[in-house]
């Protein structure tokens, strides 16, 4: 089954939202092993939707639409799909009522445009619009399926899981299953990844290498296909296993796991609490690690040391470390480390000092980087870096280089 | 001008990140006048590339791609098209001494692959990229023009802005202009904000006004055709108006303004400094302040009192409010603000405690809320809050209200 999407919308082509339907769906396709090969964005016009449509017909067996179910005028996706496939367009009574409840719930007006959203395509199977009133709807013509979803994603999301993907497992029950994995690396650019893996790479056809960059981090994407989970699973096992005997050291999760996901459990699992002094990232390490649900079980607090007082008047980082060394150098950034730990009464401290830029700082350029890690009966290290990229770069790779740092020293210690 | 976007990449059709390229580039082009009627998505596939920019030649005389422009073998934009338009590819000494010098800066090896990133099609404009890699360009061809940029955001953006809008516009010179302006609202809902200026938005036709909501935000795009810039800006400067003797109260900014911009920029205009206590935020707060350039002229620094204990041994909240009312309080909040601020050395005290869930807290639902404000010769403020959402949408609307808050603090105080 190879599949198109088709979002219909002149919203999506002002660049007013994002097209994240896409997105939710190409994912829940890569899940079930059926090929999305192309996205489309049209919108809300009658002549280019035809368009669109007579296009994908050529190069699709299932299209997927989101929006134009609505009761305005502009929308056109259902009208269009009957004009083009000569099919009726019908009420479906549960659909009205359904509708006729909602305005009810809602102490709203039904005004009369509104019964348009319960027209369906005759023949369709309906899906139910739990979260709104548009209903969704599958009709299968020619060997070519046609799923309409509305746009909202609050509303398309839930109808798909609960109805739509069960009908489109149903009819791939016989077909070849597709397992993935993606492997996620930091501390290593895509280039020389892919230069220490291309025999892997270049050999590939099942399962399938696909490397991606983006925000200091690379990742794999290993693809099987097999009529077996099992043998798709051990598959996958194999060339992962032969992947990380050489570039291990930058791998840090699997999927959805983030560094800073994989610091809460690696805390969790240690029993440690963590604490930070945050100078150049201004409290993002903390508000990421504190942004996953279940993280007062391990994050103390910490204290975002933003101008040199703070330094020396909450972290008590000594004048003559401030005027000799300065706030961007190893000795602060290893004092930074400590005190913030002992302050917090935390397991582990870390610290980040640095240049974000635009401008350089006590001489040091931008990018100059220290990353402090205290920890109880272990010497404090301090890593030394530079970044390049811009303000928002180094700081996002700094937080990132402090979970890595930690994550690395919980793998060395337990 | 009729434009087509084409992103190209699996990873957008396999669902591993959204398609926001085209939703800037969108956005980019409704302010140029320049019409988007498709948006296209194709995977790192030669052949499938190739008709889908067949496709867009018959039905556009702009082309923008995003994507493929990398050194690995998956990167196929330049090559296709080269292919397809029969142009050779000539290396650009430009482009390839500033890729060497970007290894030289970040102290890695460059691979023989990283060459192929300065390859450009031959009589093409080179766009400069300042923030990775592979350059851009941009070529016309028999009445179509191709522009090609980058697929990671941090490099096509400050490309496009920089290099490509520029030379997009000159080629505009002697069209209709398009005039347009975002209002921007906090603390009111869409239809609550659509209902109070009903009667203009149905009485709309030049300038037009687009509302749309997001992340606890309102916005409304006002927008004016005109031969003449200056009657563009007359009349939306009349509608704004209107609009703001009725909304006024919840509006904060323009444009590309955020509330944390806003917030930055009103303690430089009125030389204050702030300090921040952030429990429920987690450091969020003081991480989206510290993210715009010359924070550090007003942005003091704070405390993430994630745990009781960094209240009560850091910020001085006494162990009896914290057994009787609870870290999720008015007075704790209180006193969080004003500590922090005495601590902190700052003008302004803002605090943040609550419970973000997805658990209750000391037996307060998910989404009580507490903002504290204290300032210098004036009473402290604090608001008490509820919010609906997840966790996520929780936090970020309580550190957006702290923002809010602060700026009606300080048009009320200077």
Known sequence: MNAEIIAVGSELLLGQIANTNAQFLSQQMAELGINV????????NALRLQKAIEIAQTRANLII????????????????I???LQRELVIDEESLRSIEEYFARTNRTMTENNKKQALVLKGAEVLKNEHGMAPGMVVTIDDITYMLLPGPPKEMQPMFLKYGRPLLMNRLERQERIESRVLRFFGIGESQLETEIEDFIDGQSNPTIAPLAGDGEVTLRLTAKHHSAVEAKKSLDKIEKAILERVGHYFYGYNDDTLFTKVIEQLKR????????????????LAELTAISGASEVVRGGIVCYTNEVKEHVLRIPHSVLETDGAVSEPCAKLLAEHVRTLCRADIGVSFTGVAGPSSLEGKPVGTVYVGIAMDGRETEVYSLTFGGDRETIRTRTAKYGCFAVLKKLAAAF
Chains 1, 2 share one sequence.
């Open 65 to 80: 639409f989101t929006g134009g179910l609505g009761p305005t005028k502009d929308d056109l996706t259902k009208e269009t």
């Open 270 to 285: 240690n029993n440690k609490t963590i604490a930070a002094a945050e100078s150049l990232t201004g409290g993002r390490f």
């Open 37 to 44: 090969y192309f996205h489309t964005v049209v919108g809300d």
């Open 82 to 84: 009957a004009r083009i």
